[in-house]
């Protein structure tokens, strides 16, 4: 069985199906509680990869098998930063600044000193504790969730539109959109990333 969320149904379900072979009798609902797939010796479930190993690993005591989608050919960005083109075109250096700022803030938080960060993300949401945090941030350097690939040249948040591109087409295969039925100029721009922001400060702070 494979246990999926809503929203993942019609997303990267959809993509499984078309390109992995999996069948929609495979599918059970994902609730965010591990408890089913713990059950089932023989299922998988959706989480995200510094999230629900943890939990997974607190709970049963054991590390679970972690599949990326992205190690799949699931090609797309995740948690990306998205504002109004209207916004770019009228106000472009008060979204540079924002862009660049974030980008600083994640290699700080990831390679410098996070403890203030950890301590007020805990308290203003307790769902969260510290070491918790601690044990996200450690899987996030281990695959590489953050910064990995081009980012190491180009700085965090680095965009390729061939990849934007090898991502719609996929979701087109899937059936989510019609060939054509989206401008991709419209959708991404690398205008604010792909300058190696931030690159002098993850070597600052780890030497390399």
């Given amino acids: ?120 993300i805990a308290k203003t949401n307790p769902d969260s504790p510290v070491a918790s945090l601690l044990g996200s941030i450690e899987l996030m350097k281990k695959m590489g969730i953050v910064d990995s690939g081009e980012s190491l040249t180009k700085g965090i948040g680095a965009m390729d539109e061939a990849r934007v591109k090898d991502f719609y087409d996929k979701m087109v295969k899937a059936g989510l959109y019609k060939q054509g039925e989206v401008d991709l100029s419209k959708v991404v721009t690398t205008q604010f990333v792909n300058k190696g922001v931030g690159v002098d400060v993850r070597k600052k702070l780890t030497g390399k």
């Fill in 1 to 120: 069985m494979a246990f999926i969320g809503k929203d993942g149904q019609f997303s990267f379900w959809q993509w499984m199906k078309s390109e992995h072979g999996f069948k929609d009798s495979q599918l059970k609902p994902y609730t965010f509680n591990v408890g089913p797939f713990l059950a089932d010796k023989k299922s998988i479930q959706q989480g995200y990869a510094i999230s629900e190993p943890l939990s997974i690993k607190a709970q049963a005591g054991f590390d679970p098998v972690v599949q990326l989608l992205a190690d799949n050919g699931f090609s797309t960005y995740s948690t990306t930063v998205e504002t109004r083109a209207d916004l770019i075109k009228t106000k472009p250096e008060t979204v540079r600044k924002f862009v660049e700022a974030s980008i600083i803030g994640w290699n700080n938080y990831l390679y410098g000193d996070n403890k203030a960060a950890n301590e007020l």
